[in-house]
């Protein structure tokens, strides 16, 4: 009884995970990457305050969503097809997480269609925004 538990345990903490992006985790059903390259799109803080969101890029038309929920705020920018979230703990507003996501499975050999890695909550964008805002570029997004 003593090894079943073990072996139970063993496979469902964090270091059953692979964190290089290499695959799901083994019976994680998660798709994990490694945090270094999937937060190198996010600012190293947020307050999640209007006034904190990152500038919009002058480039691409994105929506930029930010949620509080429990000790996670979440910001997210999101092209329609694809999006980024960033994970800030709500108390030092630190970098904690980040998720990528698409309308296709591209992650994780083709598997899934979301990677995150560090502390994410998907559940935390379950409910409304508390901040939303629209990026379009200068020409308003035609093509030249």
Do not use: K
């Not at 006034?51 to 429990?70: G, K, M, N, Y």
């Amino acid at each position: 009884m003593v090894t079943v538990l073990g072996v139970v345990l063993a496979s469902c903490s964090e270091g059953a995970l692979q964190p290089d992006g290499g695959g799901l985790g083994p019976d994680s059903g998660r798709c994990v990457g490694d945090f270094a390259t999937l937060s190198a799109t996010c600012p190293p803080t947020f307050d999640g305050s209007e006034a904190d969101l990152p500038a919009c890029d002058s480039r691409a038309s994105l929506e930029q969503l930010v949620w509080r929920c429990q000790d996670l705020i979440a910001l997210m920018a999101s092209s329609g097809f694809a999006a980024s979230i960033c994970y800030y703990d709500a108390t030092s507003h630190a970098l904690v997480g980040a998720e990528n996501g698409s309308d296709f499975p591209a992650y994780c050999g083709q598997t899934s269609t979301a990677i995150e890695a560090g502390r994410t909550n998907p559940m935390c964008r379950e409910n409304a925004p508390t901040l939303q805002r629209s990026c379009v570029p200068a020409d308003g997004g035609s093509a030249s």
